[in-house]
T-cell receptor, first 110, second 113 residues
Framework: DAKTTQPTSMDCAEGRAANLPCNHSTISGNEYVYWYRQIHSQGPQYIIHGLKNNETNEMASLIITEDRKSSTLILPHATLRDTAVYYCIVSRDSSYKLIFGSGTRLLVRP | ETGVTQSPTHLIKTRGQQVTLRCSSQSGHNTVSWYQQALGQGPQFIFQYYREEENGRGNFPPRFSGLQFPNYSSELNVNALELDDSALYLC????????????FGPGTRLTVT
């Protein structure tokens, strides 16, 4: 599975969009990009995933560059409850092991 | 709420002891994975069970073992506890044949003294 690189921490103001970048320059053609987040003292929670097209669900949007070497998770209107560690994961098989890095610690400021 | 439960919530053990952690998967799920999360780090894959058989293992020694039962509940056993085993232990369940999401439980916080 490809390795991912994320900034250690970010912050944004409540109500503004939070844009979390992820580099995965060694991604293979059959590997998906997954995003999970972990709110303090809870288990990780799935957010969204994609292969090469941009994806949107009720929680977030995922923008994947055309060469698939990087992606951005967008929380369109961040709230205080979005404060968490966000993990970008690349995997061929989401039902098998997930390789978590250190993630990005997002702080949403009032 | 993911429907995945773990017990106990917290546990304190002494070095050299043995511990069993339990996980109840979401209804209908046939796969369970266990992860270890040390303080300040991301979760690390320990192993996965699919239909009661081990289906892959991470870089953990044999003193970490597991079981999955016919009702798809699961146990993680750790023998000869070491101080470095202190961590949050997470289980995650999924339906292997048709799922892109793993559902995590809240974890068990193990402290080894």
């Amino acid at each position: 599975d490809a390795k991912t690189t994320q900034p250690t921490s970010m912050d944004c103001a409540e109500g503004r969009a939070a844009n979390l970048p992820c580099n995965h320059s060694t991604i293979s053609g059959n590997e998906y990009v997954y995003w999970y987040r972990q709110i303090h003292s809870q288990g990780p929670q799935y957010i969204i995933h994609g292969l090469k097209n941009n994806e949107t669900n009720e929680m977030a949007s995922l923008i994947i560059t055309e060469d698939r070497k990087s992606s951005t998770l967008i929380l369109p209107h961040a709230t205080l409850r979005d404060t968490a560690v966000y993990y970008c994961i690349v995997s061929r098989d989401s039902s098998y092991k997930l390789i978590f890095g250190s993630g990005t610690r997002l702080l949403v400021r009032p | 709420e993911t429907g995945v439960t773990q017990s106990p919530t917290h546990l304190i053990k002494t070095r050299g002891q043995q511990v069993t952690l339990r996980c109840s998967s979401q209804s209908g799920h046939n796969t369970v994975s266990w992860y270890q999360q040390a303080l300040g780090q991301g979760p690390q894959f320990i192993f996965q069970y699919y239909r009661e058989e081990e289906n892959g293992r991470g870089n953990f020694p044999p003193r970490f073992s597991g079981l999955q039962f016919p009702n798809y509940s699961s146990e993680l056993n750790v023998n000869a506890l070491e101080l470095d085993d202190s961590a949050l232990y997470l289980c995650a369940s999924s339906f292997k044949e048709d799922s892109y999401e793993q559902y995590f439980g809240p974890g068990t916080r193990l402290t080894v003294t």
